[in-house]
């Protein structure tokens, strides 16, 4: 396999390369903690979301807080993985 074929698609957006950068250094974070780091609007992030956790790179908690719904993302196993071979890939891609 050469070094591009390693370059995942699924990443290849911006707003997915933030998301999953985010998530590989937190836990859980939660969609206005999210959408206010990367500077996206509501639509644009439960687009990406959706695609990344129907991909099982992502798990998506909601529940209510209060009266009030929460919605948080979690990085999965896989999606660990799979994004850490990315980031890997563009690493090789920039050695001389």
């Known amino acids: 396999?050469?070094?591009?074929?390693?370059?995942?698609k699924d990443?290849?957006?911006?707003v997915r390369l933030g998301m999953l950068s985010v998530l590989l250094v937190n836990e859980w974070v939660d969609f206005t903690e999210m959408k206010a780091l990367l500077s996206i609007t509501d639509g644009n992030l439960a687009s990406h979301a959706a695609a990344l956790e129907k991909k099982e790179y992502l798990e998506v908690?909601?529940?209510?807080?209060g009266k009030k719904p929460k919605t948080s993302y979690r990085i999965t196993e896989l999606g660990r993985f799979q994004f850490?071979?990315?980031?890997?890939?563009l690493e090789k891609l920039m050695r001389p």
């Open 1 to 8: 396999m050469s070094i591009i074929d390693a370059i995942n």
């Open 11 to 14: 990443f290849e957006s911006r």
């Open 61 to 65: 908690k909601k529940e209510f807080v």
């Open 84 to 89: 850490t071979q990315h980031l890997n890939a």
